[in-house]
């Protein structure tokens, strides 16, 4: 062996020491029958290339422990240690996992439950036949309650509080998960004084709502109305008029072939200072109404039939039909 300009050249024979203020710098590749060689070329860099009966390149650290090693024959190395990334650094593929570690071991079935609030809008995390997938609550209530508990009333919506809106207008039917729809009138108060409650039928989902008169009758079975009744009588916002309140229930909605009816069963105090309830004028069909026309009616519309809704809330429950 010679050495020139710290390069040494081995020109035959074996080598055993150490080469010191040195490199070592092969210039051709490794072959698959090497026993342990090391090669570069220049589109790979440098080659590491071994066999053995367990493994084919083998690393261990100071203390003659193993770090990591490939399994004889395959493409995958093995670690007998931790692996780490810093937060935001590892790709899969061509996607960055952008989670860090503390949020994947969420995922752990022994990590610690909280006590967080669950609020609409929020997510988990399912498994879409195979595919994981993040899903908002919503989703999960709505389901819940059309799938395990038919006939039960399943929130759907609601207006929040009211405040001098022209109307209310609700477009959550589904005849595929609820047969009837239940609305809770929590203290709906009109602006203007002498003024009836009006629910009015769409059948394009919201786009239109029907307002003529003739197309509804209520109180007392035939009179002509704009719109499903929910007033008898007329209610106003004066001192100690604090609106109605009550349920109003359309009941098969859906059915196109027969006409949608409507019951309520509210309380509201006149502008004679009467507090009076739906049915108070000594009919059963007081507090009944319906739209005559034979189509699907797959969005409601209330109003007042003059000026605007000043405050309130109205919230929207469908009867799950359990399929």
Do not use: C
Not at 177 to 191: G, N
Not at 307 to 314: A, D, Q, T
């Amino acid at each position: 062996m010679t050495k020139a300009r710290d390069t040494a050249n081995i020109v035959g024979g074996g080598f055993s020491g150490t080469i010191a203020g040195a490199t070592m710098e092969p210039t051709g590749d490794t072959a698959a029958g090497d026993n342990a060689a090391i090669g570069f070329t220049s589109a790979e860099g440098l080659i590491i290339t071994g066999q053995g009966s367990t493994g084919d390149v083998t690393i261990k650290n100071d203390a003659d422990a193993l770090v990591a090693h490939v399994p004889t024959g395959t493409t995958g190395i093995t670690f007998a240690g931790d692996v780490i990334v810093p937060d935001g650094d590892l790709i899969l593929g061509s996607t960055a996992v952008t989670a860090t570690g503390a949020e994947i071991n969420l995922i752990d079935g022994g990590t610690a439950r909280g006590t967080t609030a669950i609020a609409d809008g929020d997510g988990f995390l399912t498994n879409d036949g195979g595919t994981m997938r993040m899903t908002k609550v919503d989703t999960l209530a709505t389901y819940m309650g059309t799938k395990i508990t038919g006939g039960s009333l399943v929130y759907l919506a609601s207006s929040g509080a009211i405040s001098n809106a022209a109307s209310v207008s609700f477009t959550q039917f589904d005849d595929t998960a609820y047969d009837h729809y239940e609305f809770w009138l929590q203290h709906v108060v009109p602006a203007t004084d002498g003024v009836h409650l009006r629910a009015h039928a769409s059948t394009d989902a919201g786009q239109n709502y029907d307002v003529t008169n003739g197309n509804y009758h209520g109180t007392g079975g035939t009179t002509d109305t704009t719109g499903f009744n929910l007033s008898i009588e007329t209610f106003g916002s004066d001192t100690n008029e604090f609106g109605m309140s009550g349920t109003f229930k359309l009941l098969a909605p859906h059915n196109s072939s027969s006409y949608t009816y409507a019951t309520h069963e509210t309380v509201m105090m006149t502008t004679s200072g009467s507090i009076l309830a739906g049915s108070h004028i000594g009919h059963t069909s007081a507090a009944t109404s319906a739209h005559l026309s034979a189509a699907d009616v797959d969005a409601l519309q209330f109003k007042f039939t003059s000026g605007n809704i000043e405050s309130g809330e109205i919230v929207m429950y469908g009867i799950a039909n359990g399929t």
